[in-house]
């Protein structure tokens, strides 16, 4: 594979992200491989997915200059469905987030069943400073693990928290200084290789099925609204501006 690393050691997979001299941004082929990785059926004996990153960020969310070359069809949604395998996946999934995690790297992170993060990391979704918005599913999953007040901070103004927050919100689970992050992510990884993987799986499977009720409520509405973001000339102009470094002129339209 070209943008990940997929390893097994024992009972633990890891998967690694490659693309690190490009903060780990999503493009359409590293989805592809990320959604075939979690997609792979695990073996009886396996307890535990690792995602980890390469480089200075975890993700920094999706290739902005690849989205502006090759705009995404309303009805496709790549990063949604890599994250759907994510969750779909029977194994717990350990995210050891070491920097930031921004946009699709904030849900990639938040999609993992348990997070151990540096202090040093940030996690933020910027989507409304480029002009985007997330999807009915994207947006599903912040609502469950920070909750409306948070959810609204997070999207809304769109600033990047640091991870002692996130922590101290009850977002994610753990966190380390950046010396001590390996430590502490294998103190999660050990416990989990050394449970019961018909348990572990019967768990994680009855957890999501509980979570998944509103992905029945209609939506049609909503998804309307966000496919008109992504289609409009503010949400060309914000990614231009972000790609240049400069402040967005957005008109509304």
């Not at 940030?122 to 959810?151: C, D, H, N, Y």
């Amino acid at each position: 594979m070209q943008y990940i690393r997929v390893e097994q050691d024992g009972p633990v997979k890891t998967i690694t992200l490659t693309r690190g001299d490009k903060r780990n941004a999503l493009n359409l082929a590293m989805l592809d491989e990320m959604t075939a990785a979690f997609r792979a059926e695990p073996a009886p004996a396996d307890r535990v997915i690792v995602l980890r990153a390469e480089g200075p960020s975890f993700c920094s969310g999706m290739d902005l200059a690849e989205r502006l070359e090759k705009p995404a069809k309303p009805s496709e949604s790549p990063i949604e469905v890599m994250l759907h395998a994510m969750e779909m996946n029977p194994l717990p999934i350990v995210g050891v987030v070491h920097g930031d995690a921004i946009a699709g790297g904030n849900e990639l992170a938040l999609h993992c069943d348990f997070v151990v993060a540096s202090t040093s990391a940030r996690f933020g979704m910027s989507l409304a400073q480029i002009g985007l918005a997330p999807t009915w599913f994207l947006t599903k999953k912040l609502m469950e693990v920070a909750g409306p007040v948070w959810a609204r901070e997070i999207l809304l103004l769109g600033d990047p928290l640091p991870s002692t927050k996130m922590h101290e919100l009850g977002i994610i689970g753990r966190v380390a200084p950046p010396y001590d992050l390996q430590k502490e992510a294998k103190k999660v990884i050990d416990r989990l290789a050394a449970n019961a993987p018909l348990s572990l799986r019967a768990m994680k499977s009855m957890m999501v099925r509980q979570m998944a009720y509103r992905d029945g409520i209609e939506h049609a509405e909503q998804d309307r609204l966000v496919n008109a973001t992504r289609d409009s000339q503010d949400s060309k102009e914000g990614i231009r501006a972000r790609l240049d470094k400069r402040t967005a002129n957005f008109k509304g339209v």
